[in-house]
């Protein structure tokens, strides 16, 4: 897949997830998510560091370590936070070469290319999670969860022995990439 191929994808990622936070009101901020010990703003704030992170790597500043959640990096308004570290994010994305470059991330060194599957993973699921946690469901988009499918498939065995992940269920005979995907990661 070509680096613009990729960026796209991180792109419908972010939008996204920029959609199910988007619908938070403001008394749903404290709901718990699917993601254990963190509430809505809690893993939004996960998002955004994250996002932050990949800039900061592609601009080639040391990563240090990583960041402990601290909802508040998201301020008094946790969308606009969003929006600004995704566009940064995606505007640090679309240097050319960054799919191949390699990248000291402070999980291990990888290359542009595992960095941005993996943000586009974290979009994709959180996203999903910040819907359920508020009450509104919503499908993954069939064709970044496919993505994403082939992103972790070669890494199974490391995915489902991390202590990251609850572990994989089996997802229903004939589901739709969305729910293969949740099923991958231990969500129903």
Not at 42 to 65: M, T
Not at 82 to 98: H, N, S
Not at 129 to 151: I, K, M, W
């Amino acid at each position: 897949m070509s680096t613009d191929e990729v960026v796209e994808r991180y792109v419908e990622a972010l939008a996204f997830f920029g959609g199910q936070v988007q619908g938070v009101q403001d008394h749903e901020w404290d709901l718990d998510t699917p993601c254990v010990d963190w509430n809505v703003k809690q893993l939004v704030a996960h998002v955004v560091l994250g996002e932050a992170l990949l800039r900061r790597l592609i601009d080639g500043e040391a990563a240090g370590d990583q960041a402990e959640v601290d909802a508040s990096v998201l301020g008094i308004h946790p969308m606009s936070t969003w929006r600004g570290t995704a566009l940064a994010a995606i505007d640090a994305a679309r240097t050319p070469g960054v799919v191949e470059r390699g990248m000291d991330h402070p999980a291990g060194a990888n290359s542009g290319g595992q960095i941005l599957g993996s943000r586009i993973s974290e979009n994709l699921v959180h996203g999903w999670d910040v819907s359920v946690a508020v009450g509104r469901p919503v499908q993954l988009p069939e064709d970044l969860a496919e993505y994403v499918l082939d992103f972790w498939m070669p890494a199974f065995s490391d995915l489902s022995g991390s202590a990251d992940y609850a572990p994989s269920l089996e997802p229903p005979t004939g589901a739709a990439a969305g729910v293969r995907l949740l099923a991958l990661l231990g969500r129903s």
